[in-house]
Structures are given as structure tokens and as C-alpha cells.
């Protein structure tokens, strides 16, 4: 096939791009510019296989699509999560369409999950990646069948140290480099002072609450906390203390004890399903509701189109509107959708 490789210049898409090589496929790399003069070290990269290479400048969609929503999200007191929303719109959004314009017939990525067709139901099912330890599938729970029709994951089937090992193997400068842990457009890690930054001013103080709504002291601004959050609260009440939810309209934090932050029902919106087209009312399933979390027994059920509420076995901690709620069979993805609310 004629494939298009999404490249970063990190050791993930770089084998990624050389495994589709040696498998005799026709490859071509590609980097997208999102928020600066990306691409040098993918061009390297891309050099050292001696494939072609494409750059994009994408920085104005990018903008509105992704950081816009982040910053509106984390304004109405949300936790959101910019990579899954980025890969449905982004990468296997506007990259597969520049590839296919291209008359390329798929897009690769070096996301560590597996697409297999379903021979039955004719659908892709997206399935987590042979290392766990590893495994994207929770920020690709969005992709649509025809997104997962031109997807190609190279590195399903392998663990982080053999990939390492190939690309010292063919001498690739990234082998050794470190894997990026924070949102590429937040470097630092600090998205509080990349929302005032890009805000123009600091956002306002408001009021720790507790429960009952008895103010506790002054919080430095809403973007600043994060539910489930202690440490950084930057306020002494002679016990330990958490974020338990936010008011946006009231500009207030309300703070309590850990244990009133887990809940056993959790609501998703805006679900994607992959495995059926069509869910039963009731489906037992395993879900996490954040990426590092460890799936859990659940039943979920389907109140309308594109709602579900989750009724976990065991209560889950700190399920934070805007992350994402994945459901799993097996190693097999059934949907995903953006959590609105949980109850407990």
C-alpha cells in the first residue's frame, strides 16, 4: 500500500515509519506544524530512511480546534483532555485528508494500539497494544470506522524495549531519547500560565468552599485546580484536604475529604461507539476514566443517543468532567465518550 507516516521525529514514528518500509509498503512521511516551526528532527528522520517528506501548516486549525476548546474547557471548570480530541480532528482528521489528497491509501502513526477487521460485523475494531504498560487506546477512544478503515499502527504488536532496540539497530539518532510526558503545546507542564498567557491576565480569585458552601480561604484562580487535586491548594486547614468539584459560574472550589471523591454512577456525552453500531440498553463492560487509571467492572446503560451512565462494581476516584470514559471488552474497544458529570 501507499501509506503516509505521521512523524514526530521521536523513536515511535520513526520505526514506526521504518517497519511500514520493511514490510514493502510505499512510504512517505509527514509532520504537521501546530504551534511553531515543527519538523526538523522528523525531516532527519525521514532522511535517514530516505523516504519522502511532507510538512503541513496547520498551526490556525489547530488553534481553534484544540487549544481554543482546551482553554474554553478548563474555564468552565473541566479537566479536558486535548490528545483524543487532536487525534479525531487532527491527525486522522486533517493529516488523513492531506494524505489521501495525496493518493495515499493509509495514515500510520506511532500510537501503541492495534485496528483489526471484524469479519462478522464488517466493522475495525481498535484493540490495545501488545504492552500494556504502553497502550494509546484510550486517547484514540473518538476515531470514527472510516478513520479506523485508513489507520495503521505499526507498533501494536511490539514493547517499547524492542522498539528501542530497532531503532539503535538502524541507527536512528532518536533511540535513546526520552518519551514525552506533557501536552505538546504546554511544554512545561504549567497550563495555568499557559491560560493566562494566552489570556492576557491572570484569572480571578474567588472562594474554597467546603460542602456546605462556608468559605475556606481564597483560591488563585480556577484554572489553577484540578479535581482530586491536594497537593498546591496553598491553603492550611489543619487536615488534609481535595479538590472535590468546581463552580465556574460562582468562581468557587469546593474542597472535602478524599473519600467523598469516589463515585460508583459516572455520565459520558458525546459517545463514540467502535465495536457495535448500535449498543443494548444494558452492557457490562470494563471502563477507565482517565488514561493511567486501571479498568473496572462496570455495567453501562444507555439512556439516548450518545449518553451513557456508567455503574461501576467498585467506586472509581476523581472522574473528572471533560476526561474521557473509554469502555473495554477484553482488549477490544466498545466506545468512548467525554465525562459530564458523576454522582455519588
Known amino acids: 500500500m501507499k501509506v503516509m507516516a505521521a512523524m514526530s521525529g521521536g523513536v515511535d514514528s520513526s520505526v514506526a515509519a521504518y517497519l511500514l518500509q520493511k514490510a514493502g509498503h510505499t512510504v512517505c512521511g509527514a509532520t504537521l506544524h501546530l504551534t511553531g516551526p515543527e519538523g526538523q528532527e522528523a525531516r532527519l528522520a525521514a532522511e535517514s530512511l530516505s523516504i519522502p517528506f511532507y510538512e503541513f501548516d496547520e498551526r490556525e486549525a489547530f488553534r481553534r480546534q484544540v487549544i ?162 491536594r497537593k498546591g491548594l496553598g491553603i492550611a486547614l489543619g487536615r488534609p484536604a481535595f479538590v472535590l468539584s468546581k463552580d465556574a459560574v460562582e468562581n468557587r472550589v469546593v474542597l472535602g ?30 471502563a477507565k476514566t482517565r488514561y493511567s487509571h486501571q479498568a473496572a467492572e462496570a455495567v453501562l446503560h444507555v439512556p439516548e443517543e450518545g449518553v451513557v451512565l456508567a455503574e461501576f462494581k467498585k467506586p472509581q476516584r476523581a472522574p473528572a468532567p471533560g476526561q474521557a470514559m473509554v469502555f473495554y471488552d477484553g482488549d477490544v474497544v466498545v466506545g468512548g465518550g467525554i465525562i459530564t458529570r458523576f454522582l455519588r
Open 257 to 286: 475529604e478524599e473519600s467523598r471523591l469516589f463515585s460508583t454512577r459516572v455520565r459520558a456525552e458525546q459517545v463514540n461507539w467502535i465495536a457495535c453500531e448500535k449498543p443494548p440498553e444494558m452492557l457490562r463492560v470494563t
Open 68 to 229: 481554543d476548546a482546551f482553554a474554553e474547557s478548563y474555564e468552565r471548570g473541566e479537566t479536558p483532555n486535548p490528545c483524543i480530541i487532536c487525534n479525531r480532528l487532527i491527525k486522522f482528521g486533517l493529516l488523513l485528508d492531506r494524505a489521501r489528497a495525496l493518493g495515499q491509501d493509509c495514515l500510520a502513526t506511532g500510537h501503541y494500539a492495534r485496528v483489526e477487521r471484524d469479519l462478522a460485523s464488517g466493522r475495525f475494531l481498535l484493540k490495545k497494544a501488545k504492552d500494556e504498560t504502553k497502550d494509546q487506546t484510550y486517547m484514540l477512544c473518538l476515531l470514527t470506522q472510516e478513520q479506523l478503515s485508513r489507520a495503521l499502527f505499526p507498533l501494536g504488536d511490539l514493547t517499547k524495549k524492542e522498539i528501542r532496540e530497532i531503532a539503535a539497530d538502524i541507527g536512528l539518532k532518536s533511540a535513546n531519547h526520552p518519551d514525552s510526558q506533557d501536552i505538546c503545546f504546554v511544554p512545561d507542564g504549567d497550563y495555568a500560565g499557559f491560560l493566562e498567557a494566552r489570556r492576557g491576565e491572570a484569572y480571578p480569585i474567588g472562594q474554597f468552599v467546603d460542602e456546605d458552601g462556608h468559605a475556606l480561604g481564597e483560591h488563585k484562580g480556577i484554572v489553577r485546580y484540578t479535581i482530586g487535586q
